[in-house]
Every structure is written in structure tokens, then in C-alpha cells.
């Protein structure tokens, strides 16, 4: 060992500390993240203890486990309200062209977009359902774990800098309009068109604790499973194989892989590239 | 200890002292190299080809979940974070940018530091910003090698110059003097 080995001895002592917020977490509050990656999970820990102050983890486990509405801000930096509309527009073209014609055969559409965050896909998929004809036949169910991020999900207003690149996201997802049409700017905001949500059921879903509520036809749920550990990301892709009905559509972030998540032989490739996949026949399960 | 991972972060004319770099680098080195390095493109696909024509070794986008390989250049996606965890296989994360960058050096090197602990070789080259100053720092706080590359001989001085300012360096070289070094430290 070198001479710096504060930082060794530090990293270990946080690594107990995270562990200790995290059973906290549970036995206070009911939230279960001990199966999400460390490595993300322990940075954001860390922002907690810089953003409030605390100093150290322990010090924030104190602040949660003692002070009742400390939760709502825990929770809120433990999700990953992070996203843009029409992020990665080639998923949200290829969605247009070679999935809702699809979907379009069904009487009744469902989608479940699971982990929704603050709503920009939930938005940039009504969008494209709008401009394809199916949205008034089509039920969206969003769903998050985090209350705070659903109601932002609801609300629907952004800060209007956010305008130019979603505009250009949405002309390269082949959009056959202007995302203006879909939004009004005022002072520093922008806020979509409330008609876009008129299909929308916004409800609480934790992916690590509850159960499958929907039949659904298509499931995204994209750069959410990047987050979980092998097990948890198999459990989820269990949860969506049972939720779909065979035949039935499910699209993830294009970088996540699934070589470690025995579920996912449960599902065809229809795009590999875009990780948009259909499910093939069910398999019998165990139990 | 013997490095098991060289981790090497650039941005601003990242991508020719990447060539310049790799071309030189033994091809049996045994360590994986994971780079992170900014780029205003969508995809690093194209990175990764022209890094390929400039070296022996195997240049391959990171992909989450799986252990980096020996010999073999890991490119951080563009748009993700590229995290190492403890069982030092690859995890992504679309956490916000971090001193407006994703990927950033400091998650790379912050993460990695505490998966490899000081068999862990850091890297900074040119770049107009101050990302990767403070990972290099976590690098070498748990007993890593940090190198980095002369100021004066970047293409972008910025990035270097803020790494030694924040973290101080084991190595202060030229960029031609670098592969030697990583060489010499790492096919021991």
C-alpha cells in the first residue's frame, strides 16, 4: 500500500455507510433499493450528503430516519428524473415504423411506459400515437416509483431551454409537424398541451416491489434497468413478460444489455441495435 | 502493486492524442484500457474505428454488465456515465452531466479507483476543461499511478494543468513519452 491510504480507508467505511442508508431506507420508509448497481447508487448518496450539507452518509440517515418529510427529497435524488423528449429520435422513428403499425390491429391499445420520471417520453409517445392515428384508441399507463417525479410527469412543464433540442429530437423521430404545435412558452417554460395527457393514467409502480397490473401491448422502459443489479433487471424483465400479451412490444435504452438477465429469452429482437423487442411464445412458468 | 486497469480521460483533441497514444501502446498488455473522452457525437462508433486503425489493440464501445478485457480499449458511450463496480464489470448510468460532461472523467475515475484501488494506472491528456481533475485525485488517494500528460505539450492545456493543480501527478510527460511509460509500468 502507498502513502495515500485515507482515501482507501474512506472508501470502504462509505461503501458500510450506504449499506446502513439503504436498510434505513427500508425499515423506515418501505423502499427497497438494495438491489440497485452500487456504483450510481452510492454516487447519488453522496450528492444527497453534498446538496444538504450533511457531511457525511450517516449524518443523511439520521436526517431520514428522524425527520418524516426528508423522504420526499431522498426520493426525489435517488430517481433519475433525467431525460429529454424524443431522446434518441431513431428509437422513437423506428416505434413509428415498425411498431404501431402493428399496434394498430388491436382494437385497444395499452402501453406502459414504466420509470416515466418527469413525463418527456410519456409526452413524446403520445405525440407520436397522435400524429399515427391511435391515440384515441390507445391507454397509456405511466408509472414511477417516485411521487414527486409523477406529479411533475402530470404537470408537463419544462424550462423552455429545453425547446430547441426537443424540436430537433422531434424532427429527426420523423415528427410531421412542429413540437410547437404541442406546447406554449411562457417566460421560462414550456408547457405541453394538456390534451396530450388525455390517454394518460400517471400511477404509483415500484419495479423492485410490486406486481404486474396491466395487459399491455407495448412496455418502455428505457435507461431504468440500467440501474439495477443482474437479479433485479431479470425480475423486471419477468414483470414486463408476464404484463405483455404475446406478440406484445418492449423497447429499452440502447445501451442496456441483457446477456446477464435469463428473462430476456423470452423475447425476439425486432431491432437489436435499438433493443426493441417482441415476445415470443410464453413460456410455461415455474410454480 | 502491478496495475490491473489503465483508465485515460481526454476531451479536446482527445482523439488524435488517443491515435497517437494507442499506436505505441503494447498490444499484450494485459490491463484493459478504459477512456473516456468527450465528444459532441452521437455515438462513438466512429471513434472506435479510427482509434482501431491507429492499434493493435481490440478498441470496442463499453457495454454495461460485462467484465473489461485484457488488451482491449473500453470507449465510455457517448450520453452515459461509464462507471466501474466493485466486481469491476461495466455499469451505465444517464445520471445529469457532471461539470457539463456525460461521460465524465471524474465518475469513470472516481468509480474505478475504488474497484481497482491502487492497481489502477490514471491517465489525463488534453482538454479544454477540468473534468477528470478531481477523479485523478480519487485515483491517487487510494495509491493509484496518476500520469498526466505536459501542459505545454497538449493540444488543449487546460484539462492537464487542472489535473496537476487538484491532484499532482506520479508522471509528468509528453504525450510521446507516455506509451513507453505505460508499457514499462504495466507488461512488468
Not at chain 1, 430517481?79 to 416505434?95: K, N
Not at chain 2, 489503465?6 to 498488455?29: F, H, K, N, Y
Request: glycine share 8%; net charge negative; charged share 20%.
Amino acid at each position: 500500500m502507498k502513502e495515500h491510504s485515507a482515501g482507501r480507508t474512506d472508501g470502504e467505511l462509505e461503501d458500510i455507510e450506504v449499506e446502513l442508508f439503504v436498510r434505513a431506507l427500508q425499515a423506515r420508509h418501505g423502499y427497497d433499493f438494495s438491489q440497485y448497481a452500487p456504483a450510481s447508487l452510492k454516487r447519488r448518496v453522496q450528492q444527497l450528503v453534498h446538496a444538504h450539507g450533511t457531511g457525511t452518509i450517516s449524518a443523511l440517515t439520521g436526517r431520514l430516519l428522524h425527520e418524516a418529510d426528508f423522504l420526499t427529497t431522498v426520493l426525489e435524488g435517488l430517481s433519475v428524473p433525467v431525460s429529454e423528449m424524443f431522446r434518441d429520435p431513431e428509437v422513437f422513428s423506428a416505434l413509428r415504423e415498425q411498431v404501431l403499425p402493428l399496434l394498430a390491429s388491436y382494437p385497444q391499445i395499452n402501453i406502459w411506459q414504466a420509470g416515466c420520471a418527469h413525463g418527456q417520453e410519456v409526452y413524446s409517445l403520445a405525440i407520436l400515437l397522435e400524429e399515427a392515428g391511435l391515440y384515441e384508441r390507445t391507454q397509456i399507463y405511466a408509472t414511477d416509483f417516485n411521487p414527486a417525479a409523477l406529479r411533475h410527469a402530470q404537470e408537463g412543464i419544462y424550462p423552455a431551454r429545453e425547446a430547441q433540442l426537443w424540436s430537433r429530437n422531434y424532427l429527426a423521430a420523423g415528427g410531421s409537424h412542429t413540437l410547437a404545435d404541442y406546447y406554449s412558452a411562457r417566460y421560462e417554460l414550456l408547457k405541453l398541451d394538456s390534451r396530450l395527457r388525455r390517454n394518460v393514467i400517471f400511477a404509483n409502480h415500484n419495479l423492485v416491489t410490486d406486481e404486474v397490473f396491466c395487459e399491455a401491448h407495448l412496455v418502455l422502459c428505457r435507461n431504468v434497468l440500467i440501474y439495477f443489479s443482474d437479479p433485479l433487471q431479470d425480475r423486471t424483465l419477468g414483470l414486463f413478460r408476464d404484463s405483455l400479451v404475446r406478440g406484445g412490444f418492449l423497447c429499452l435504452g440502447t445501451r442496456e444489455s441483457l446477456d446477464f438477465a435469463p428473462a430476456a429469452a423470452d423475447f425476439v429482437p425486432v431491432d437489436a441495435g435499438l433493443r426493441i423487442y417482441r415476445l415470443g411464445a410464453k413460456a410455461p412458468r415455474a410454480g | 502493486m502491478a496495475p490491473e486497469a489503465i483508465a485515460i480521460g481526454c476531451s479536446a483533441g482527445g482523439l488524435t492524442a488517443l491515435e497517437r497514444l494507442l499506436a505505441q501502446v503494447d498490444p499484450r498488455l494485459p490491463q484493459p484500457l478504459l477512456v473516456c473522452c468527450h465528444t459532441g457525437s452521437a455515438t462513438v462508433e466512429l471513434m472506435c474505428e479510427l482509434l482501431a486503425r491507429h492499434t493493435r489493440l481490440r478498441v470496442t464501445e463499453a457495454r454495461e454488465r460485462e467484465l473489461p478485457q485484457a488488451g482491449t480499449v473500453h470507449v465510455a458511450p457517448s450520453g452515459y456515465h461509464l462507471l466501474i463496480e466493485h466486481d469491476r464489470r461495466f455499469a451505465l448510468s444517464v445520471d445529469p452531466r457532471v461539470s457539463y460532461a456525460r461521460p465524465s472523467i471524474d465518475v469513470l475515475f472516481d468509480s474505478a479507483a475504488e474497484a481497482y484501488r491502487d492497481a489502477l494506472v490514471g491517465v489525463v491528456l488534453t482538454g479544454a476543461n477540468s473534468d477528470g481533475a478531481q477523479g485523478l485525485a480519487t485515483i491517487r488517494g487510494h495509491g493509484g499511478i496518476a500520469i498526466v500528460q505536459e501542459p505545454g505539450d497538449a493540444e488543449s492545456p487546460t484539462m492537464p494543468q487542472a489535473a496537476l493543480e487538484r491532484a499532482g501527478a506520479d508522471h509528468c510527460l509528453p504525450l510521446a513519452d507516455i506509451p513507453s511509460l505505460l508499457n514499462r509500468l504495466c507488461l512488468a
